[in-house]
């Protein structure tokens, strides 16, 4: 019995000083350093129909100088009003929202609309960004899904509300 209480105790002061053995005490992965997320907050417009197109940026492990970024719309949808594109700078530890519009479905279908980010590395210690990122809608007549990655046949794999 000492044994094992021992060995137990031998185990738990060691296992936080050898990775290998790590199976209870878990780090985090680091924060990216900025994550742009473009979504319908209150859900995708059906045929006809209006909803809100909302691009949040967040820099939790730095500032981000000169950012650029810009919507690009299928023929699906058009902008009712505000803004598809945006610059400027984001504070480390931020999250600002940089885009709000609203958009109108004007044809059925399945559609992609592209976020494209760009962030000078000249301004920004050399980290760069220069990309596009995508959200994927299906538009019906009474209904209208949207999600990060394209729909299978028959829906979306992975609905987003």
């Keep these: 019995m000492k044994r094992i209480l021992l060995l137990i105790i031998t185990c738990v002061l060691i296992m936080p000083l050898v990775p290998a053995c790590n199976l209870f005490w878990h780090e985090s992965p680091p924060a ?37 970024l810009s919507v690009n719309l299928p023929e699906a949808l058009e902008l009712v009003s505000g803004d598809l594109s945006w610059s400027g700078d984001v504070a480390q530890g931020g999250e600002i929202e940089v885009i709000r519009a609203v958009v109108r ?29 995508h959200i994927y809608v299906s538009i019906s007549e009474d209904s209208a899904e949207w999600g990060i990655n394209p729909p299978r046949q028959g829906g979306f794999s992975c609905r987003l509300r």
Excluded: R
Excluded at 33 to 51: C, K, M, R, Y
Excluded at 111 to 128: C, H, K, M, R, S
């Design 32 to 68: 990216e350093p900025i994550t742009v997320h473009l979504s319908f907050p209150d859900g995708a417009p059906p045929l006809n129909q209006e909803a809100e197109l909302v691009c949040i940026v967040k820099t939790p492990a730095m500032s981000a100088k000169n950012l650029s």
């Design 105 to 133: 479905s004007v044809e059925i279908g399945n559609w992609t609309i592209e976020l494209i980010a760009y962030l000078d590395p000249e301004e920004n210690g050399g980290f760069a960004i220069s990309g596009s990122s």
